[in-house]
């Protein structure tokens, strides 16, 4: 067997959703977590499942759904686990220790390169049983407004799913733009802001015995604009244009 | 006026939804924004709104519906506002500098201690046109799967929200449980591993002239269990039930 990576790692993290209401949310659940690079859901008697309106929502996402796990209990779909993590949106008495879920999501991913993981999801109203959280190593929460703490199914699963991508993943630096996108070297930024002091006082525009804060002000903007080459020479072209016209 | 604070903050972030296809959509977004603490939505050009759709999405976050500025085109959308971030999956020609989701966050909340700040999404199908873009000063992306890229409108502006928010405000430690989840102290641990060695002992399983890593394994599973009194009074009442009975 080869050594894991974090990818498979991803493929070992099951998302298991208990005793969901609406469809809809089984298929979002599904988009959701392949976005992310997981694939493993385990449904736990679902009101109604299979269904159109998981599929519609799952999009691109339905092979999830056609190779979705149905479990009577959650015991059974934690079967081949070592670690289970409830995610939860309150406190409970006697329960495992709680963490965000930032924090949950190297763990989580540690493990993964070890075994089999499970995440696990409640019903849209009323959460996880005590029952089913007792069957877990950790609770898990998402920091939310204290005043609205009313996450969608799916939306919980979307940032779980988009932690522990990250704490697996190292996306690198971002995508970079063009070549055109490339910031113009020092000398050709100087050049065109030469040209602009050259153009503002043969204009009348600057006075040269009494320059103020006018040239420093102009190189402090185009240090943040970070012009590139080809818009230097739009610049400087408009520049020579409006100098012969004068 | 007061000094801003992050709550303030997170008061100045606009979404900006641009010609929204399903009204379900408008509703989850209102929905994700809420739960993170942004409260100001912009719509330009929605297909339907208001909508009985966008209703039941939005769960209790309807007051962001009744609440939001339908506009009739991005640049409208953004009046007041000195940061527009696109929300984008895919790379542009031309385009202002990229960043991910987690690098634009603190970005994001830098500069809402000072103005007026707007996050653009595009339509759920087409995304952001490039005029739409051209607009803004900033792209944003989500890491993604490279192989299923199809993140959900509201499960993106769910990811923003939740970045953002987590740039804004340290959640602090996770809410601990309960005072009963207290992890006894030393002496007590201590006190269980004694006695579970002289029940050991005493019930002949345990040979003291060659203990070999018994009680060694023993303290190393309490360690990582980090018992609680009641669960310590609990083992040794037990301990003393089997000894008595022998």
């Known amino acids: ?5 974090p990818l498979t790692a991803l493929a070992r993290i099951r998302v298991i959703l208990s005793r969901t209401s609406h469809p809809g949310n089984i298929g ?4 959701a977590m ?8 385990y449904l736990v008697a679902p009101r109604h499942f299979p269904d159109p309106q998981a599929h519609a929502m799952a999009a691109g996402a339905v092979d999830l759904l056609d ?3 149905l479990c009577d209990s959650v015991s059974a779909a934690l079967q081949g686990t070592s670690l289970a ?10 329960a495992s220790p709680i963490l965000w879920a930032r924090g949950a999501a190297s763990e989580i991913v540690a493990e993964a390169m070890q075994g089999e993981v499970a995440l696990l999801f409640g019903n849209e109203t009323s959460g996880l049983a005590n029952e089913e959280t007792d069957l877990c190593q950790r609770l898990v929460m998402i920091p939310t407004n204290a005043d609205f703490k009313s996450l969608n199914l799916a939306a919980a699963v979307q940032i779980l799913c988009y932690e522990i991508r990250q704490a697996a993943l190292d996306p690198g630096p971002p995508p970079s733009i ?5 910031p113009a070297p020092h000398e050709e930024v100087d050049g065109l802001l030469n040209h602009l002091e050259r153009a503002a006082i043969s204009s009348g525009f600057l006075d040269p015995a009494e320059p103020k804060r006018l040239m420093p002000r102009m190189r402090r903007m185009f240090a943040r604009a970070r012009p590139e080459r080809e818009e230097i020479a739009i610049l400087r072209g408009m520049l020579a244009a ?3 016209e004068s």
Not at 1 to 5: I, K, L, S, V, W
């Open 67 to 69: 190779n979705a796990t």
């Open 178 to 182: 063009t070549e055109a996108g490339q």
């Open 28 to 31: 979002a659940a599904a988009r």
């Open 242 to 244: 409006l100098e012969k």
């Open 85 to 94: 993590v409830a995610v939860t949106a309150r406190r409970r008495e006697l």
């Open 1 to 5: 067997m080869n050594a894991p990576t």
């Open 34 to 41: 392949k976005t992310m690079g997981l694939s493993r859901l």
